[in-house]
Nanobody, 125 residues
């Protein structure tokens, strides 16, 4: 089992930046096949935002590419999401997810067994 705890959410004006963190406990992140940030906006389905696999290869949703950067620090078992040039449409609850073996598309919620509780990001215009 892996416990994931997100932090770093908050309110920011459009054009601003936030950095989310996801701390993993009970397991080393280097032992996980992949970790992903998802988000769910009000009235919308959960969306895969950014992914990083065990080799450090990353993938991004088209809507955030060039603005968001995913990274991880195995020394402290933490996943990050640096979010720049934020837009009101980025407003959502952001979740980190992980699995021992990611089966299927990286942006499919069904591919992950471990989830955090979420952190709210609000971007005002």
């Amino acid at each position: 089992q892996v416990q994931l705890v997100e932090s770093g959410g908050g309110s920011v004006q459009a054009g601003g930046s936030l950095k989310l963190s996801c701390a993993a406990s009970s397991r080393n992140t280097s032992s996980l096949d992949g970790m992903t940030w998802f988000r769910r906006a009000p009235g919308k389905e959960r969306e895969g935002v950014a992914h990083i696999n065990r080799y450090g290869i990353t993938a991004y949703a088209v809507s955030v590419k060039g603005r968001f950067t995913i990274s991880q620090d195995h020394a402290i078992n933490t996943l990050y999401l640096q979010m720049n040039s934020l837009k009101p449409e980025d407003t959502a609850v952001y979740y980190c997810a992980a699995d021992d073996f990611v089966r299927g598309a990286w942006n499919s919620a069904n591919a992950y067994s471990y989830w955090g509780q979420g952190t709210q990001v609000t971007v005002s215009s």
